[in-house]
Every structure is written in C-alpha cells, then in structure tokens.
C-alpha cells in the first residue's frame, strides 16, 4: 500500500491506495500557505492525516511500502522545496528528479516527493513563455495511465487556476498555459453586481 498526499496552498488530501485502487481519503487543514509564516500546520496535517489512514483502517507503519507527496508540499513554504523539471516532461523525467525526504519526529515512513513542471528552459528571456504547475503534473499521468486517450492531446483541467495542457505524441507534458479564470469567476458570483443572479 502508498499513501499519495497532494499538498495545495490551504488543504492536504491523503489518500490510501492499495493496487491502484482508492482505499480511503482524508483532508487536513494545513498546505503551503500556513509554511509563509513559519508555522506547523502543514506539518501537523501530514502527521495527523497519516495516523488517521492508518488508524481507521487497522494499519501500521509496516503496511505502507512509501509515501508519495506532490503539489505545493514541494515549494519553498512546503515541506520541503524540491527542484523544477523542465518540460517536455513525463513519468520518467519525474521518477528520475523525485526526492526522498525523511521526518523521523512524525513519521519513519519514506517519503518521496514528486518534482514540480516548469515551462521555461534556462537561457530563454521570454517571460510569456514561463510557467509552473504544481501537483497537476502527477494528475496528468493519473489520466494517461488510467485513461489512455489518444495522443497528442490537450488536457484542460479546471479550478482557480486553469491549465491547459499540450500532451505530445509520446504522453509527455510538452507544454501549458495557466489562467486565472477560475479565480475571476469566484469573483464576479461573489463580489459583483452579478451576485444576485447566479446560482
């Protein structure tokens, strides 16, 4: 069995797989944001959120073979901030650039943490080109593992912040463009004059 833990700005998701098949799920309150002011929260939700899975579903340390953590758990207010993999990138690039961490005084279990997907090679000075995705990139090979669709492909995947993914022709993230159109949407159902006439 693994543990998959996606670290965002204000939650932590764990999740017990066992035969890529999803065994049981927790959320924590605690991500990235509360790392900015120095806090434990992120770290406490990681704790806790491990010793939750374990508990409710009458395991030990000794059940889980590894921890897998992605999304902001990698930035600099995470866990631990890990190196950006340049696209075009998929499972190799990413299993190759992983990193292993250890915590011993909340858990002796290995933790692997996935590399973040950045969009801008080192020399380029065009800033339009430049763009990072974090945690979507272990969601993506989620979807071509699972999903197999047919190649090359754009991946949209919706949410504060949009991201549209290029797949090339070799299952690799080619490229992407994030938008914030899930941020002014939020905005305009909420702090507009629309707000009286949307759901």
Do not use: C
Not at 5 to 30: M, P, S
Not at 144 to 170: N, R, T
């Amino acid at each position: 069995m693994i543990i998959a833990i996606d670290g965002g700005t204000t939650n932590t998701r764990l999740t017990l797989i066992e035969n890529r098949r999803i065994i049981a799920r927790v959320k924590r309150r605690g991500g990235a944001r509360d790392g900015v002011s120095g806090g434990d929260r992120l770290r406490e939700a990681v704790r806790d959120g491990i010793r939750e899975l374990l508990s409710t579903n009458s395991l030990d340390e000794t059940d889980i073979r590894l921890v897998a953590l992605s999304g902001m758990i990698g930035s600099e207010n995470g866990l631990a901030a890990i190196p950006h993999v340049t696209s075009p990138a998929g499972l190799p690039e990413l299993r190759r650039a992983r990193i292993r961490i250890s915590f011993p005084d909340f858990t002796p279990l290995p933790l692997f943490l996935i590399p973040v997907v950045k969009t801008f090679a080192n020399g380029e000075t065009d800033l339009s080109l430049m763009d990072i995705m974090r945690g979507e990139e272990t969601e993506i090979v989620g979807i071509l593992g699972l999903q197999s669709p047919k190649l090359p492909a754009l991946i949209i995947m919706p949410g504060s912040h949009f991201k549209y993914v290029d797949i090339d022709s070799s299952g690799k993230i080619a490229g992407f463009r994030t938008t914030l159109s899930g941020e002014l949407i939020r905005a305009a159902a909420e702090n507009t004059i629309l707000q009286s006439s949307l759901r």
